[in-house]
């Protein structure tokens, strides 16, 4: 049984990547990345023109917002007929200032220099951070597998120290597995795709790391492990 309020508004916070240790590829790719606009050069929706070449998060922006006029009467009637709360109503969202300090030396051991530039950059305040947005916990038994880039398979090996979570699993089954909270990861003939967080010379495979989470893990107990998992089965 859950205990989320479903017509409570879901809160989330933005944390940068560094403060969990969790892999940098996908915020600093979102941020910096961009290419040729095409049709999309000119629009100025995102508060400056979109260039002949520019970031994939205005373009994207454009896109979307665009998308949305484009459907606004069904919007609309869609709102009527779930009564939404007024906006008012809902706490402005603000982006979280980066914690002071990390209990990592080094989260990211021989990441490219590139991706250590986006995180040195100073914490913005219009949100362009190289962050990833903390999601609620309902549900969670049905998201697997887990972490931004599915780099974890279970609940159970989330909770485990980063150097014990698997290095490589298989995936493409729809077969549950109830005691560790997640799908099956044997290799068979439905689960036949590899997913590696590191190479064949034990080096971090950038964007499938799955590091960092540091729970106090390594003081847990198996049984600790379990009761956090069934706790978990419940949200």
């Known amino acids: 049984m859950s205990f989320f309020a479903p017509d409570a508004p879901m809160r989330s916070k933005l944390w940068p990547t560094v403060a969990p240790g969790t892999d940098p590829l996908m915020a600093c790719n979102a941020i910096f990345y961009g290419g040729e606009s095409g049709r999309l050069a000119g629009f100025d929706d995102t508060g400056a023109p979109i260039g002949a070449r520019d970031g994939f998060g ?4 454009v896109v979307v917002t665009h998308s949305l006029f484009a459907n606004k009467l069904e919007l609309v009637r869609a709102g009527i007929r779930y009564k939404a709360r007024p906006l008012a109503d809902v706490p402005p969202r603000t982006p979280v200032a980066p914690p002071a300090t990390t209990v990592f030396a080094d989260p990211f051991p021989g990441l490219p220099d590139v991706y250590r530039q ?3 950059r100073p914490w913005q305040a219009d949100g362009a951070n190289a962050g990833y947005k903390a999601r609620p916990l309902t549900g969670i038994w049905a998201t697997a ?3 931004h880039n599915g780099s974890v398979p279970t609940l159970y090996d ?10 490589l699993f298989y995936l493409g089954t729809r077969q549950y597995d109830p005691l ?7 290799q068979s003939a439905d689960n036949s ?9 034990g080096r971090v495979i950038w964007g ?6 540091d729970y106090r893990n390594a003081a847990f107990s198996d049984q600790d492990r379990r009761d956090l998992v069934e706790y978990m089965k419940g949200l």
């Not at 205005?58 to 922006?61: E, G, H, R, V």
């Not at 989330?158 to 290095?167: D, V, Y």
């Not at 560790?180 to 044997?186: C, D, L």
């Open 118 to 120: 986006c995180l040195a």
């Open 145 to 147: 597998p887990y972490l």
């Open 208 to 213: 499938n790391f799955n590091g960092g989470h």
């Open 193 to 201: 795709f590899p997913f590696r967080t590191h190479d064949d010379q």
């Open 180 to 186: 560790r909270v997640g799908y099956q990861t044997a």
């Open 58 to 61: 205005p373009m994207l922006k």
């Open 158 to 167: 989330l909770l485990l120290p980063a150097e014990q979570r698997p290095r």
